[in-house]
């Protein structure tokens, strides 16, 4: 079992959402105590905190999950780092743009099928365990196993086959990946700027840059 590929939900979409991030926007920064903004809807600084302070004391208890997490995330850490909170927020902010994405195209996403995908990551190390070893916590699982299943359908509706790397299915992952794109542009999404910057190339919530404000300063700015 792995946070990054499932057998039988297509994985090439899987790892390509996952590697790439999810989606934000940045421009005038949010309300006060708004992590970001999607279509006037708020993720609270206090939301995110809590979801990724939550997880990280669940992940400590899941040896399995820590073990997934830490070949991802690279060197060992005692706790939270700004990635996490980037990665966190980028998956609650794509659950949003998901849904709407499916919308706009005009699929439905049931609940049936999103309860075979339940039992499809249940029967390849568990929907929470995979939840938790992605950066979210376990009561995530039910929102990250409803993202799974739009991109399933989703990818199903572009013509994806069960060949991870088919020609049918790397098509059906584009396609899927530019939907995700266009939707995000054409919806008011803001990120506050001290959880990053939106790179509409990459479509990823990327680090806070510093850059020096003049020669010879020695002052940075975010």
Sequence with gaps: MTGR??????????????????????????????????????????????TVQDWWGQLQGDQVALQVWAREAGAPAAEPRDADLRNAL????????????????????????????????????????????????????????????VQDVLMRHFGADDVPQSPANMRAAQRFLNLLAETAAEMDVEVNPRYGGFD?????????????SSPGTGSLQA
Excluded: H, W
């Design 90 to 149: 980028n998956f609650l902010v794509a659950f949003r743009i998901a849904d709407e994405a499916a919308e706009r195209e005009g699929v439905a996403v049931t609940g049936g099928r999103t309860a075979e995908i339940a039992a499809l990551l249940d029967r390849r190390g568990g929907a929470e365990r995979i939840t938790l070893a992605s950066g979210l916590p376990r009561e995530r699982a039910g929102d990250f196993t409803r993202f799974m299943a």
């Design 200 to 212: 509409p190339q990459q479509v990823a919530i990327t680090p806070v840059s510093y850059e020096l």
């Design 5 to 50: 590929s499932v057998r039988g939900v297509p994985a090439v979409a899987l790892a390509a959402v996952l590697a790439a991030g999810a989606l934000a926007g940045c421009g005038a920064a949010p309300k006060a105590g708004s992590a970001a903004l999607v279509d006037g809807e708020r993720i609270t600084v206090r939301t995110l905190s809590d």
